[in-house]
């Protein structure tokens, strides 16, 4: 379970086709996916961030978007890119203070979580980073040809909440309605990413177990 990644041995010579760049809006933030992509994924659960949190960071990227308007007219594609990396940056930090039951904690929920994530790699995406913390979950993932982002996330998500809510004999609400993805855009990238994802778990202060992995085995 416990794996060591080697980014110096990830195949990233297969950059995003930009051409088939795709852009939803979801509620809370863009969401934006192209063909041949690597993605960072966070999905939270339903209680790690209150609603009036999510409300005053929205507030607050509006509020300097207006700003950045004002000062060039338009949104341009590097202050799109600030004020994710600002909103998430925010979410992270909040994330890992542990709010909410953090049911993640338990060993049979985490380990559940981890077989959910695992079970498809190599045949509907390949995992290059994972980590379940007590209440959210990072993903580095490349989904497989014909395989879109939303519906392989949408499969971890619906199956480990009916799993959940058994091993914890409770029904509702267990996933935050809108997970994070961003694509992820150069190799410097990349390795800051999986980096991120891998050393998570540790920088939060989490002991034992630690439910992570990264793209190489071991030694």
């Known amino acids: 379970m416990d794996k060591v990644p080697d980014t110096t041995l990830c195949d990233l010579s297969v950059a995003p086709d930009w051409e088939s760049l795709k852009v939803s809006r979801g509620s809370l933030l863009p969401h ?3 063909e041949q ?3 960072h994924v966070c999905f939270r659960l339903a209680d790690s961030v209150p609603a009036s949190q999510r409300r005053r960071w929205m507030e607050e990227r509006e509020s300097l978007a ?3 308007r004002a000062a060039h007219g338009v949104l341009s594609e590097a202050d799109v890119n600030e004020l994710r990396a600002m909103f998430s940056d925010k979410v992270n930090a909040y994330l890992d203070q542990g709010y909410g039951a953090c049911v993640l904690r338990d060993e ?9 994530v695992s079970f498809f790699d190599g045949i509907r995406y390949r995992l290059h980073a994972w980590c379940v ?3 959210h979950v990072h993903v580095i993932v490349e989904p497989a040809v014909g395989w879109a982002l939303g519906k392989i996330v949408h499969g971890w998500t619906c199956f480990t909440a009916k799993a959940l809510n058994r091993i914890l004999g409770r029904s509702g609400a267990v996933w935050q309605h ?3 993805d961003h694509i992820i ?3 410097r990238e990349y390795v800051y990413q999986v980096k991120y994802v891998w050393e998570n778990p540790d920088k939060a202060g989490i002991t ?3 439910w992570k992995s990264g793209i190489v085995e071991a030694g």
Not at 108 to 116: H, I
Request: aromatic share 10%; glycine share 4%.
């Open 185 to 187: 855009r150069s190799v």
């Open 66 to 68: 207006a700003q950045l």
């Open 108 to 116: 049979a929920c985490a380990k559940g979580v981890a077989e959910a």
């Open 208 to 210: 034992a177990p630690r």
């Open 133 to 135: 913390m007590p209440n």
């Open 178 to 180: 809108e997970p994070y």
């Open 37 to 39: 992509a690597i993605y």
């Open 32 to 34: 934006w996916s192209a």
